[in-house]
């Protein structure tokens, strides 16, 4: 089983980078936003503000490197790379899921950052249905030991589960062990999809029974059932190919989800590629923004190549927020200059 793993893990990274995993014709659905710009933004580009709290740490910026891999031999330099860069440049760092930590010892180090980015948060990451496969706080302390994490992650990935060889497809009764786990853990415990979305209602259940953020990874980016196809029988092949368009794109889940949120973090990500796109996010009501696949070849290639990638996404903010005239993220939220155009 752990070998298994361990080769899943190997796969998907070698997928992602090589084959076409995005739908066709499913967008983010932030070109239908576009900012109103302002000629005269009466301040200077220089005081523009982009720190962001992720609970009790202040970052240098409001980005976030997505849950992407660990558990294989190639992961351990990805996940050194982005380590060392997000920690240069103050992004948050979310692990890939660290099942694989717990279940095989090959390749633990590659989740094993913290001596890399000492002072940046870590946010550790596992299956929501593992819960129901024998994982409860006992395991999750285990691997937030190990991370050193400042925040627990619970993705929840339906489909991928259904087209996966492997997968683990019994979702039920999840919601009261999710509470279960958000009073056992010390740490803040949240909630990511990995590409199809987060509707209202969901987003309420799961912070009724105490989610303390929720990242909804919408539709516009990788789809993992899409990614999944590249590895299983025939038969999933083809039912996989008639959800390359599912989900629900990252801008509508993010309005879906903003007006439940209080004073929770809400994460927006999902098929992102450009600072612009962040800005949009940020004026949807998102307070972090997750970018993923769009930066993992830079990973596997030099840290020298992130750190330029991360610099260039910095950029792009600063100017979108000097265009439309706010000064920190507080006031882009605040922005009425973010218009939908009818398609």
């Not at 948060?121 to 024998?134: C, E, K, R, S, T």
């Not at 930066?295 to 903010?317: D, G, K, N, P």
Request: hydrophobic content about 40%; overall charge negative; aromatic content about 8%.
């Amino acid at each position: 089983m752990s070998k298994q793993l361990n080769d899943r893990k190997a796969e998907h990274i070698q997928i992602v980078l090589e084959e076409q995993v995005t739908g066709n014709t499913i967008t983010t659905g932030l070109e239908h936003y576009h900012f109103i710009h302002n000629a005269l933004p009466e301040l200077a580009f220089d005081d523009i503000d982009i720190e962001q709290a992720f609970f009790t740490k202040l970052c240098k910026t409001p980005f976030l490197i997505s849950s992407m891999t660990g558990g294989a031999n190639f992961a351990e330099t990805i996940n050194r790379n982005l380590a060392l860069t997000a920690e240069q440049r103050g992004w948050a760092l979310a692990l890939g899921s660290t099942r694989a930590l717990i279940e095989s010892e090959a390749y633990r180090q590659s989740f094993d950052l913290r001596e890399y980015a000492p002072t940046i948060p870590i946010i550790a990451n596992l299956g929501a249905v593992q819960l129901n496969y024998g994982f409860a706080a006992t395991e999750c302390r285990k691997i937030i030991d190990y991370t050193d994490a400042d925040a627990l992650v619970l993705h929840l990935n339906i489909l991928q589960e259904v087209i996966q060889p492997e997968g683990n497809t019994n979702f039920s009764s999840l919601l009261p062990k999710i509470e279960k786990l958000c009073t056992d853990l010390s740490i803040p415990v949240g909630i990511k999809e990995v590409g199809w979305g987060i509707d209202r209602s969901t987003a309420e259940k799961l912070l009724d029974v105490g989610i303390s953020f929720i990242d909804v990874a919408g539709a516009g980016g990788t789809s993992w059932s899409q990614v999944e196809r590249f590895r299983t029988d025939p038969v999933k092949q083809q039912a996989a190919a008639a959800f390359s368009e599912w989900g629900i794109p990252t801008a509508s889940s993010v309005e879906l989800v903003k007006p439940t949120m209080d004073e929770k973090i809400l994460i927006a990500s999902g098929g992102l590629h450009t600072g612009v796109d962040a800005a949009k996010c940020f004026a949807l009501g998102a307070d972090f923004v997750g970018f993923g696949r769009s930066i993992l070849e830079e990973a596997t290639v030099s840290v020298e190549s992130v750190l330029q990638t991360m610099e260039i996404r910095e950029l792009e903010l600063r100017m979108a927020m000097f265009a439309v005239g706010a000064q920190n993220l507080t006031e882009l939220q605040q922005t009425e200059r973010l218009q939908k155009t009818t398609p």
